[in-house]
């Protein structure tokens, strides 16, 4: 999900920082390593190009941390919200390993990925918005500049079922009286949903019940699969065993169900068992995913056929998000015309009855 949340600052407010200011981060850092700046002094210098910017606090527990001479794993473990298990501990591995420029630079490449994915799914979903704000405009309109121009025509219009036009001319008078309240509630609760947003329980709860919808639950689906994959994909390519990588996998995901299978998986692992016998169970896993899965097992190269599967399901995400959009528009479209059509309807009924009684 968009972490809408960090539009909404209150005057005076530090920005709270993104997930996008932390691939600015792993991407800045992972330059100056690579160039053979110190650790130390590269916090120091992003700190002092941060100076005021939301990341300011994480860099100054950061080079605190690492002037006590604790390491960088260390520093971003104490920071969950913004840095994932997964995270600090291929951190870790690269800092034991001496392969800090390259792991950076692969958790960059991997989040910038993902991100991206997030932006085109967004980007496609801002006509269908835009389309929806035109027909909340246009039915504003006619029920506040139209509508209550009718007024005088109800009482006139005796012989005919005055009903539908008494209810404009009460929906038009209400809206004319409460605008702004209606107005500040609306802004009141963006504001709320965002703040609320921040809480990891109600993101996961929301995220879960979009999960569950007909149009665009598979485009969430299919990218939790893809960023799952590929976070398993980073792990084990690091060296670290599949079945610690199931155990940290699990903690970045919002989605319990695959949490859920994935602990079972791990607790399959480390019995000697089926691991893909839990996926199956859940049901949260396509057959072509455990096939890869099970494959991977087999030969011995989990992490290729986790990379693979990973660009599987970005593919998937990306035909899932037009084929909602494909759903989505004409059902929007056909939705303001009946609801616009249906207004304009009764006011030109009213009017010809009203004509029908001068002539």
């Known amino acids: 999900m968009a972490d809408w949340s960090a539009f909404f600052v209150l005057p005076g407010q530090r920005r709270q920082a993104s997930s ?9 850092l992972g330059w100056m390593v690579a160039a053979g700046v110190p650790l130390g002094r590269a916090i120091d210098l992003l700190l002092l190009d941060a100076d005021g910017g939301a990341m300011e606090p994480a860099l100054r527990a950061m080079r605190t941390e690492l002037r006590a001479g604790r390491s960088l794993a260390h520093a971003l473990t104490n920071q969950p919200t913004l840095f994932p298990a997964s995270y600090a501990r291929l951190i870790g591995l690269a800092e034991t390993a ?3 420029p390259q792991v950076l630079d692969r958790i960059h490449l991997a989040r910038t990925n993902a991100q991206t994915l997030r932006r085109k799914i967004r980007s496609a979903m801002i006509y269908p918005a835009f389309l929806v704000a035109v027909a909340v405009a246009a039915v504003a309109v ?48 963006a504001l709320a949903g965002a703040m609320a947003l921040r809480q990891p329980a109600i993101k996961r709860a929301v995220a879960e019940a979009l999960a569950a919808l007909p149009v665009i639950g598979p485009v969430i689906r299919a990218m939790r699969l ?22 940290l996998a699990r903690r ?7 949490a859920d299978a994935l ?12 691991v893909t016998a839990p996926l199956q169970a859940s049901g949260q896993f ?6 890869l899965i099970r494959v991977g097992m087999e030969t011995g190269s989990i992490a290729p056929s986790l990379r693979q599967a990973a660009q599987i399901f970005d593919d998937k995400t990306r035909h899932a998000t037009e084929r909602a959009l494909a759903v989505l528009e004409p059902a929007i479209i056909l939705l303001i015309s009946g609801v616009v059509g249906g207004i304009i309807y009764v006011i030109v009924d009213a009017l010809m009855a009203v004509n029908d009684l001068l002539i």
């Open 252 to 258: 970045t995901t919002f989605a319990p169900k695959l």
């Open 20 to 28: 996008e200011d932390v691939t600015l981060f792993t991407q800045e």
């Open 286 to 291: 396509p057959p072509l995913l455990i096939s």
């Open 263 to 274: 602990a079972q998986m791990e607790v399959a692992l480390r019995a000697g068992g089926d």
């Open 98 to 100: 001496g392969t800090l």
């Open 226 to 247: 893809a960023e799952l994959m590929q976070t398993l994909a980073m792990l084990t390519d690091a060296g670290l065993p599949l079945a610690d990588a199931l155990r």
């Open 142 to 189: 006619i029920l506040l500049a139209v509508v209550p121009q009718l007024k005088v025509i109800a009482p006139a219009n005796a012989k005919a079922d005055p009903s539908a036009l008494t209810r404009l001319v009460v929906l038009s008078d209400w809206l004319t009286a409460h605008w702004l309240a209606l107005g500040l509630g609306i802004v009141l609760c």
